[in-house]
């Protein structure tokens, strides 16, 4: 006896919808990481805003007084380190070649082979570099996204409360704000946590004479975003570096960035980001090799407050009766 299953008008017209929305999703990909990313930014700059704004400062100067106090800064700190950074990094790609020859003597290495193989590579984060930096549409729409972000927040229980009802705003409020309190300690935490490794690592290999000692640290402080992975990529560099100097010298640089790191995971990293992050090590690790693979670098870095934001989201919908 055969058994008859029938579809609803309403379940074809839901699925339909679902797979349209998730086709439109896709197309879009890359504005919602931008609005992401706009997201995370909103959270760590928020409170400042708020405090000018209670300071009665309106909320429009108080956001293009801190975007000015943020690009001065930057500005001032690039235009103090590029032309040494852009010269030690120069000399550096230049003569990798030879200090792999000196590290590795018993292999069989090309230098002029190895220097045409790199050269390609180098060009290339270059031209990365300067896209990013010279890409001004994409920083413009990011940074218009995070002084819209800023400017509407306080207004959105309002919206949400005429478009959804009183109590779907306030738990959806609830929600938000732990949201954004969890990504801005987040975001707050890995830029100090990464100035904190840059400048231990800098006066470390200054104090024992490494050469491409900014860069270096620079490379240090960028990948400490990276968990797991990015401390322990960064010290590669600066060991060969030492090591075409002396083994001894190799070995302090090794015992430089362990102690930088067990500092800063014993100490810092507690105190920092332990409230905001509160992940598991496998979780993270899952998460960095799922965004890698979706994203590229882009995905790693933002695989951690991508599973923050989800699993905030995921309690709050598992709990319905959430403490008001």
Do not use: C
Request: hydrophobic share 60%.
């Amino acid at each position: 006896m055969t058994s008859k299953i029938e579809i609803s008008h309403r379940t074809i017209i839901f699925t339909v919808v679902f797979l349209l929305a998730l086709w439109v999703l896709f197309q879009i990909r890359d504005i919602l990481f931008l609005v992401f990313i706009a997201f995370i930014l909103m959270t760590a700059i928020r409170p400042l805003v708020d405090g000018l704004s209670w300071a009665r400062v309106p909320r429009v100067v108080a956001i293009l007084l801190i975007y000015g106090i943020v690009f001065g800064f930057f500005g001032v700190s690039f235009a103090g380190t590029v032309p040494t950074l852009v010269i030690q990094s120069t000399k550096f790609v230049q003569e990798l070649p030879t200090f792999l020859e000196k590290v590795l003597p018993y292999w069989n290495i090309d230098a002029r082979n190895l220097s045409q193989q790199i050269a390609p590579i180098s060009e290339n984060i270059l031209k990365l570099t300067v896209g990013i930096f010279s890409n001004i549409l994409t920083t413009l729409t990011v940074l218009v996204f995070t002084f819209y972000f800023l400017l509407e927040r306080k207004k959105l229980e309002t919206m949400l409360a005429t478009l959804m009802g009183e109590d779907a705003a306030q738990r959806i409020t609830l929600t938000l704000k732990e949201v954004e309190s969890r990504l801005g300690a987040w975001v707050n935490g890995q830029i100090l946590l990464m100035a904190l490794v840059g400048v231990s690592v800098y006066f470390g290999l200054t104090l024992l004479r490494v050469d491409f000692a900014l860069p270096l640290a620079i490379i240090a402080g960028v990948l400490e975003i990276v968990p797991m992975i990015g401390p322990i990529v960064s010290a590669i560099p600066a060991v060969l570096v030492a090591l075409t100097m002396s083994p001894f010298l190799a070995f302090s640089v090794v015992a430089l960035y362990f102690i930088v790191q067990q500092v800063e995971n014993n100490i810092f990293v507690p105190l920092i980001l332990k409230k905001s992050v509160g992940l598991s090590p496998i979780v993270t690790v899952f998460a960095l090799m799922v965004g890698g693979r979706l994203a590229g670098i882009v995905g790693a870095v933002l695989a951690v407050p991508i599973v923050l934001v989800l699993q905030v989201v995921i309690r709050a919908f598992l709990s319905p009766a959430q403490k008001k």
